[in-house]
């Protein structure tokens, strides 16, 4: 590509040095030359020897100027371009003969162009290098930043204006690592400020200490006040810490440890107690020797502050589930006396109920029952004095006694009912026994009592506890369940006896709305006597009612 020569590039310079004359003395008439002629030619070769010389190194000197990796231009003093290398011309995307001669101003982003000309100025001063980081305007419209490096040339023809030569260095990369650099620092000043965080470090070998801004916030004092030194940070300790982290400090700069941490009461605060909480872990060079430690400084006032309510609250909230669990306690000390005296009252309860049942049941088989028969006797005696003498009236005294005989037995019926165990170790069996006989008879059922081995029980209690969870269920089998085959079971276990009734009815619902009276008062009977109930539906159909009682008192083996 050709490129206008100014005055001052290497071209121009080379065709300068081929436009010199040679000077030589002429012959004298004779023809013969003078005494100088053989050294003027000998110095006539020798300059043209320096000419080929100088024109070589003036062509690589070009070579270099044109083909370097750097761009160079010349500017004058009206910043017009005078020269510029290939280089310079590919970083502005425009030809050489397009660049010279025009200001380089044109070729500058427009918001640049103060830059430029403060530029121009600090070079006319006389200042050198004068560098200025400005930008490129390419003719897509893209803007380049580069670093424009201007001195000016010492030496030109006279009358000439000043010359400067410049160095055009494209910064583009360093720009954008320049850039995320300071994006990445401030997003870790953004995060050390939302964390309430600051960054330090120590240069292990001069013992330089920095501080960020934000460390400064931390320990709350005044940049201008304060220089940063491990001196500085200790004396901001209170007395009680400043021992503490003086030795974790002296351990990692001593090569003992190679991380720092604690937390630390400060003592600069007017306004109550700051804490601040210092990690640190120590860098190494690459042959391994400590370099710095570094690390960050987190404000935790106000996470002692919670802490500390929290310890408060919970301490607050300890004494008053103490309370509440000795109030608790208490309250369930009483309610246990409460139930332990409702058991004993319902237990009394049933006892005497049973006790007036069996004091009825005697008095109306010792009672009412003796007078009944009395008064059969008696009327016996009637009907036998009337026959004799023939008398119609014979036949209603015979009804009399056939009516009194009905009455002894619903009599000793209700009695038995009342009393339907007898006070003998084997009154549960035959009570039993007797129960499913006069049930058969009376729902006309099939209702059986097995019993393989005699159960003896002495405690008239229980026995009679038992029977009676026995009458209720078979009076619900009956009743609710439509069984026509019951059967009663009584055998003794291992550490007790277990009441069994089976039937063969509908069974009980899968789901019930609630428990019904009867079979509350026989739970309330087998945990009386310190039994268990179980009552569940047959998988064959039919209901299970299962009595369980352990360790029973009063059971005798059979003779």
Same mark, same amino acid.
């Given at each position: ?5 100014s005055?001052?590039?290497?071209? +121009? ?11 030589? *003395? ?8 003078p ?43 009206h ?14 995307? !425009?030809?050489?003969?397009r ?52 001195? =000016? ?12 030569? +410049? ?6 990369? =360093? #720009? ?14 953004? +995060? ?7 960054y ?44 503490? +982290? ?62 500390e ?5 919970r ?16 309250? *369930? ?13 319902? !237990? ?8 007036e ?12 029952g ?32 056939a ?7 619903q ?27 006069? #049930?058969?008879?009376?729902? !006309? ?12 029980? #002495?405690?008239?209690? #229980? ?40 039937? !063969? ?29 179980d ?25």
């Amino acid at each position: 590509m050709a490129a206008r020569k100014s005055s001052h590039s290497p071209a +121009a310079g080379r065709k300068r040095a081929a436009k010199e004359p040679s000077v030589a *003395k002429k012959s004298d008439a004779a023809g013969h030359p003078p005494r100088e002629a053989v050294p003027a030619r000998e110095n006539m070769a020798q300059s043209a020897t320096s000419q080929t010389e100088a024109e070589f190194q003036w062509e690589h000197f070009a070579d270099l100027y044109n083909f370097a990796p750097v761009g160079f231009l010349t500017l004058n003093h009206h910043g017009q371009v005078q020269d510029l290398n290939l280089a310079a011309s590919g970083l502005l995307r !425009r030809s050489r003969h397009r660049v010279i001669g025009a200001p380089f101003a044109l070729f500058l982003d427009r918001g640049h162009l103060d830059l430029f000309l403060d530029h121009l100025r600090r070079c006319d001063r006389g200042e050198s290098p004068v560098v200025t980081d400005t930008a490129v305007l390419h003719p897509d419209g893209s803007v380049v930043p580069i670093r424009l490096v201007s001195a =000016q040339i010492p030496f030109r023809p006279r009358g000439e204006y000043k010359l400067y030569q +410049a160095a055009l260095i494209d910064i583009s990369e =360093q #720009t954008k690592l320049a850039r995320t650099l300071r994006d990445s620092e401030e997003h870790f000043r953004m +995060a050390l400020r939302c964390a309430h965080a600051g960054y330090w470090s120590i240069e292990i070998a001069t013992r330089r200490t920095v501080w960020s801004p934000e460390f400064y916030a931390v320990l709350g004092v005044d940049p201008e006040r304060v220089s940063p030194s491990e001196t500085a940070f200790l004396d901001l300790l209170a007395l009680e810490d400043r021992l503490k +982290a003086e030795c974790a400090l002296e351990s990692v700069l001593s090569g003992e440890t190679d991380h720092f941490e604690g937390e630390y009461r400060l003592r600069t605060s007017s306004h109550g107690e700051r804490w601040v909480g210092v990690f640190g872990s120590l860098t190494h060079t690459s042959g391994g020797a400590p370099l710095r430690i570094a690390g960050i400084g987190i404000d935790l006032t106000r996470q002692k502050q919670t802490e500390e309510e929290l310890r408060k609250s919970r301490k607050t909230l300890e004494q008053r589930v103490k309370q509440r669990t000795a109030d608790l306690l208490a309250a *369930k000390a009483v309610l246990e006396r409460e139930v332990v005296d409702r058991k004993r009252l319902e !237990r009394q309860i049933l006892e005497i109920s049973e006790r007036e049942r069996r004091r009825m049941g005697q008095d109306l088989h010792d009672g009412l029952g003796q007078q009944i028969t009395g008064i059969i006797f008696h009327a016996h005696l009637l009907h036998k004095h009337l026959a004799a003498k023939g008398l119609v009236e014979s036949d209603m005294a015979s009804q009399i006694v056939a009516l009194l005989d009905e009455a002894k037995v619903q009599a000793r019926h209700i009695a038995r009912g009342l009393q339907p165990v007898d006070a003998a170790p084997n009154g549960l069996m035959a009570g039993l026994d007797h129960f499913a006989s006069t #049930t058969s008879e009376l729902y !006309r059922i099939d209702c059986r009592f097995l019993c393989p081995e005699p159960v003896m029980i #002495t405690e008239h209690n #229980t026995a009679t506890h038992l029977f009676r969870i026995a009458q209720e269920a078979v009076s619900n089998a009956f009743r609710h369940g439509g069984a026509q085959q019951i059967e009663i079971h009584l055998r003794e276990t291992d550490n007790g006896l277990e009441l069994q009734i089976l039937d !063969r009815g509908s069974g009980m619902p899968k789901t019930r709305r609630r428990e019904g009276l009867g079979l509350g008062f026989m739970k309330y009977r087998a945990e009386t006597i310190g039994g268990t109930l179980d009552i569940r539906r047959r998988p064959g159909g039919g209901t299970m009612v299962r009595c369980r009682v352990r360790n029973v008192d009063g059971i005798s083996e059979a003779e």
